[in-house]
């Protein structure tokens, strides 16, 4: 009960501190770490690894920039028509670059910065597919998702010196706050899902493609561990949570 209401304090206290608005979903979250500095150490993340890695020229890679900068576009147009919603004031400095990589994967740094690995064509096969991919990447930048879980690093690190102070365990305090953690994350994945139906929408490419990807790639994997234990939805709840998104009224409101 102990380590219990040690958690809800501690997230309580930070919660009050540094709670703000996720852009657009309007869910609240915790921002304790500036942007500034999380942005300043992403572009110097990303020109480490680009510098380490074969960065592509070829006709998939002009793919990878057009693809980027059309969604860029579609989220500068969103924010736009809906100002009050945006959750930064700092000017991303978009760059998107494809490296020779045969992992399936793909990621956007807070600021806008955008890998594409080669080795997640293959199930992307077409444009549309790589936009399901880059909009979801670049969702995560835009509701500083990369952000909120430094915040939460920070709140399980004073939580977990309180509990040394209190002679609490710290295995069963680090066990109860990572599958907190864990669950964060499976939200931030839902949330980019839903932004990113709509930064695909505005920026012309088909949202319901998404399920069609997904799908391929709930075909393509093996089972996996339980989802409670993972920091990504399954597959088959992914799919679900997309469908019934892009039925909703307040996506179906979006016009381009």
């Known amino acids: 009960m102990k380590i219990k209401n040690l958690i809800s304090t501690v997230a309580l206290t930070l919660l009050i501190a ?6 657009i979903s309007g869910r609240k979250q915790v921002l304790l770490v500036p942007e ?16 380490q890695s074969r960065v592509l020229n070829n006709k998939d890679a002009q793919m990878v920039k057009k693809v980027g900068n059309n969604i860029a576009a579609a989220v500068e147009r969103y924010f736009a028509a809906y100002p009050e919603q945006r959750g930064s004031n700092i000017k991303y400095q978009w ?9 399936p994967n793909a990621w956007c740094m807070p600021g806008g ?12 096969q077409n444009e549309t597919g790589l936009a399901v991919v880059m909009s979801h990447e670049i969702a995560h930048a835009i509701a500083q998702h990369s952000r909120e879980q430094a915040s939460y690093s920070v709140l399980q690190n004073l939580g977990g010196s309180i509990a040394a102070s209190m002679g609490l365990f710290p295995d069963l305090y680090n066990g109860a706050t990572n599958l ?16 990113g139906l709509i930064f695909m929408k505005l920026a012309g490419y088909d949202p319901n493609y998404a399920v069609t990807f997904w799908d391929r ?15 990504h939805p399954s597959d088959v709840t992914r799919i679900a949570n997309i469908k019934k998104y892009l039925q909703s009224d307040k996506f179906r409101n979006i016009r381009r």
């Open 217 to 231: 790639m709930r075909q393509s994997g093996g089972g996996g561990q339980p989802e409670f234990l993972s920091t």
């Open 36 to 51: 500034n500095e999380m942005i300043a150490q992403s572009y110097s993340q990303y020109r480490q690894v680009m510098g």
């Open 180 to 195: 907190v953690m864990l669950k964060y994350s499976r939200e931030h994945e839902t949330e980019a899902d839903q932004l």
């Open 95 to 103: 760059e998107f670059n494809l490296i020779q990589d045969n992992t």
């Open 113 to 124: 910065k955008v890998a594409v690995y080669t080795g997640i064509l293959p199930y992307t």
């Open 18 to 23: 540094g709670c703000s608005t996720a852009p």
